[in-house]
């Protein structure tokens, strides 16, 4: 039972940007991306996306990366921060700044590390620098600001920095203790100093204002110029845990009066505004090797200008949102910019004006989810009228509908993959081609109503969707496009349907505590009618058919068995769902609970198993025989969404109840409260958070992980195989060395089922492939029906990462083959194998068909220029040349055969 419920956070999907800075790797082919309290890195190079197993206590505001690449430093909007390893995904210290972070940024030689907050700037010793337990060493702090820092720079050589603040103006520190510079003072802005740049080995800054001005200052030593000075005895600050912090706010020279000091002189400004214009610059980056500064602007527009010329390469609009965020990679050809009010993520490479990467969010809330029948896709709805199809191995979307004009309530696939049904608030149900990427059907009622579910049938020609406003079952034909039927009889909102995969059967469920088996072909009303004593919210049928759950408004799932109309078990769940305080809640989150139920179930893949979850952080497995909670996840540690909290925080307590309620309003204003049932929050408010709740949760269909809908965003949980230890049939002669002795003694049938037995990954891989091609079809043809199971899971498993790709056809060649008669009796049981199977098959034809076909297209390109090149005059002694006009691309390809 442990084995079969390790499972573990695999990827957050459906959210690719939310706020603060954007990084590259090392080797620029990746970009990590901050994702509220968590950590995405986009192999632009593989076209893979990946979570890192970290979450903060808040969203991520700040992320800098090691020069060396292998670790970075991570603070939250509270001031929490932490050093990630990249090599093991862990976290290696917790530092607190016990205030919010501006920015971080790692010096060039990775020596140090600078942290701007409030009106101070810390300089720390990069971690793993010093030989101390403490990573985070402070070194000296720089003051002087009047208001917020807000962006730092250093020089190529680690000597100085430059750091710009609220206060209009950018002060230029030695980083060490240098005879000829300490601090230097640059104004001429009007606003907010966005950013503030050093020339590529060199002292002359570059600085940008919110309003669009631009200074160049040149400074009148070069960077070899400055001299080391003496370092002297400075005032210790005793509040310091390290005691070694040096308090610099003097510009005062060196006592040696003969010593020129560096010195600044504005020598241009620019403005990237045209007269009359109001665009407010947020964000800047500059690339010191090729001289190029990008700026993107309030309105979604981003430049790239040359400097010091400031001659202008080209600019571009990409969004109507925003640009929080741009980077340049550490070549300078790629751009990556984020937009955080629609979640955009681009990567924009300058040169050939294209994208290297375009992704985006559901920007609102996602509502609901589907697999497709292979496990290869997810395909969501959101909030925002959008519907968009998730590769699982990728993580990237690569389709985006956008025909709905309201919010989408309901997705589907169709049992042959090819075909997505969406329901809408809009009043109507579309079909989609996954091959044409079209609409080719919309289904409409006769009057006009808000679909509020829905369902199709095993063959994917029958398409019905259930009415809030009418409570009425409308079906349609997916070939036609005809309604079909209008089933009514009940009496309240219809919030749920689900077709029996076996049969034409239809459950429906509504508020009016009613769950209803239609069969849509007699056209006979409802066939049965179960009370369940409160409003339905959801329901569900297994995977064979012959049961049916039901989650109700009192927090309980109650099972029925279908072919006698019986009830066959309930689920309390209302001490397991648990809730959170929201922070203007006046009763506690106990009480709060008492209103919580599951509004979304679906069952495992084997059918032994519910999952469930409703509006809280937690997601709940039980087991359906045992009536018992097996597992209970925990989607969310992030303290930025609301109702996290079980009892209120003392911190945010006075002495007239929370900060919360306290009205910050004059007398005369009329406070505006909130309707009963409101989802998001005041949206009038200067600002609310977000409530952490689950949409909507889905088992994939080869039972290896399962997805959820989440105030973050697409959650996807997989079995962790490294955690497993789930042994089969096991007795006290079953050991490793017995089965490798076993194996010694070619008695390979029963080394296979004795690792089996023992149920070790790795050993059954040892001892599958130590198994000589040639033995494999006897070995197959003596299987026992379960080893059956057992090896089709195992090579579904291989198949996706081995690179013994034609041995393990070999073995699924041979046991289809022989076992196939057996299989096709047992199919409903072992669906999630064969599926699971059929996915690493069609991926890895998927990978090995992209190889070939660029290959294939490589030799034609070689052999084609091979002809175009003038013949070259032999020397002596030299071979013959290979006559190419007589080599064919069928030969060549033959050959390397």
């Known amino acids: ?45 593989n076209n893979k996306s990946e979570t890192l197993p970290i979450e903060a206590k808040m969203n991520i505001s700040c992320v800098a990366m090691a020069p060396d690449g292998n670790s970075m430093i991570v603070v939250d909007e509270g001031g929490a921060g932490m050093l990630i390893s990249l090599v093991s995904k862990t976290v290696l210290y917790h530092h607190f700044f016990h205030s919010p972070v501006h920015s971080v940024k790692y010096s060039p030689d990775g020596k140090k590390v600078a942290v701007t907050k409030e009106n101070v700037t810390l300089v720390y010793h990069a971690p793993g620098h010093t030989k101390e337990f403490n990573p985070f060493r402070l070194y000296r702090s720089f003051y002087g600001a009047y208001d917020e820092t807000t962006c730092i720079d250093w020089t190529t050589d680690s000597k100085a920095m430059v750091i710009g603040s609220k206060d209009m103006t950018s002060r230029v520190h030695a980083a060490t203790h ?35 001005a631009l200074n160049i200052w040149e400074s009148t030593f070069d960077l070899e110029d400055l001299r080391p000075g003496v370092k002297k005895q400075t005032q210790t600050n005793k509040g310091d845990s390290d005691g070694e912090e040096e308090k610099q706010q003097t510009n005062k020279p060196a006592e040696d009066s003969t010593v020129e000091m560096v010195q600044y002189r504005r020598t241009a400004k620019h403005f990237f505004n045209k007269e009359g214009d109001f665009n407010n610059l947020t964000c800047a980056s500059y690339h010191k090797q090729s001289h190029i500064l990008v700026t993107g602007f309030q309105s979604g527009i981003f430049h790239l200008h040359e400097l010091p010329d400031f001659n202008c390469i080209h600019s571009l609009s990409i969004s109507d949102q925003i640009i929080a965020a741009v980077t340049f990679n550490p070549t300078g050809d790629w751009i990556a910019l984020g937009c955080s009010g629609l979640g955009q993520l681009l990567v924009w490479e300058w040169q050939s004006e294209s994208y290297v990467l375009k992704q985006q969010g559901h920007f609102n809330n996602m509502a609901c989810l589907d697999y497709s029948p292979d496990g290869q896709y997810i395909v969501t709805g959101g909030d925002d009228s959008k519907v968009k199809v998730w590769s699982t191995s990728s993580g990237f979307c690569f389709i985006t509908f956008t025909d ?8 589907q696939f169709a049992s042959s993959g090819s075909v997505i049904i969406s329901a809408s608030l809009d009043g109507t149900v579309r079909a989609f081609d996954m091959h044409r990427y079209r609409n080719f059907r919309t289904f409409t009622s006769p009057r006009p109503a808000q679909f ?49 995969p076996s049969d034409t059967i239809l459950a429906s469920a509504s508020w009016d505590s009613n769950m209803k088996l239609w069969d849509v072909f007699e056209r006979k009303g409802a066939k049965e009618s179960f009370f369940v004593n409160s409003d339905a919210l959801c329901v569900a049928y297994r995977p064979d058919g012959k049961e049916v759950a039901v989650a109700t408004l009192k927090c309980q799932i109650l099972f029925f068995d279908v072919s006698t109309g019986t009830e066959t078990g309930s689920i309390e769940g209302r001490h397991d769902l648990g809730s959170g305080r929201k922070e203007m809640d006046l009763i506690t989150a106990k009480n709060s ?51 996290m909290e079980e009892f209120l925080n003392r911190r945010k307590m006075t002495d007239f109840g929370s900060i919360a309620l306290i009205d910050d309003i004059d007398d005369d204003e009329q406070r505006v409260l909130s309707l009963p049932g409101v989802k998001k929050g005041d949206m009038s408010s200067r600002s609310f958070k977000p409530e952490i709740s689950v949409s909507s949760v889905k088992f994939s269909p080869t039972g290896r992980s399962w997805a959820a809908t989440t105030t973050e965003g697409l959650l996807v949980y997989s079995l962790d195989q490294a955690m497993t230890f789930d042994p089969y049939d096991l007795s006290i002669d079953v050991t490793p060395d017995i089965i490798r002795s076993t194996l010694k003694k070619k008695d390979y049938s029963n080394a296979l089922m004795l690792s089996f037995k023992l149920n070790e990954m790795q050993l059954i891989q040892e001892i599958t492939e130590r198994i000589p091609p040639a033995e494999i079809e006897l070995i197959c043809q003596n299987l026992p029906e379960n080893y059956v199971d057992k090896m089709l899971g195992f090579l579904a498993t291989q198949l996706e990462s081995s ?39 069609l991926r890895r034809q998927d990978d090995l068909a992209t190889i070939c076909d660029s290959n294939r297209y490589i030799l034609q390109y070689v052999l084609s220029m091979s002809k175009h090149q003038p013949t070259k005059r032999k020397a002596e002694g030299d071979l013959e040349e290979i006559d190419t006009d007589s080599t064919d691309l069928d030969s060549l390809i033959g050959s390397i055969n």
């Not at 979850?613 to 087991?623: D, E, L, T, V």
Request: aromatic letters at 10%.
């Open 178 to 212: 240098l005879s000829n510079l300490v601090m230097c003072s640059l104004g001429g802005h009007k606003d907010v100093i966005v950013g503030a740049f050093f020339e590529d080995k060199s002292l002359d800054v570059y600085s940008v204002s919110r309003d669009g």
């Open 404 to 411: 709905h004009k309201a919010a989408i309530t309901a997705v």
């Open 452 to 500: 509020q579910c829905l369902a199709l049938d095993s063959s994917g020609e029958i398409v019905c969707a259930g009415s809030v406003d009418s409570f009425e079952i409308f079906v349609w034909s997916l070939q036609t496009g005809r309604l079909l039927e209008v089933l009514a009889g009940h009496e309240g909102p219809i919030v749920s349907l689900s077709f029996s």
């Open 593 to 643: 609970s008492k209103s919580k139920a599951f509004t979304t179930l679906c069952y495992s893949a084997d059918g032994t198993c519910v999952l469930a979850a409703g509006k809280s952080k937690h997601i709940c497995i039980y087991n359906v025989k045992e009536q018992i909670l097996v597992k209970k996840f925990e989607i969310s540690h992030n303290f930025s969404l609301d109702a």
């Open 803 to 841: 690179r013994h790709v034609e041995f393990y056809l070999i073995w699924c060649n041979h046991l289809l083959t022989l076992h196939g008669s057996q299989l096709k009796s047992r199919s409903k049981v072992i669906m999630s194998q064969l599926t699971s199977l059929q996915k690493s098959v």
């Open 1 to 45: 039972m442990s084995g079969k419920f390790s499972f573990k956070f695999s990827n957050l999907l459906g959210a690719v940007y939310r706020k603060g800075n954007l990084n590259f790797t090392k080797d620029g082919n990746s970009v990590i991306s901050p994702v509220g309290n968590r950590i995405s890195v986009f192999d632009l190079k």
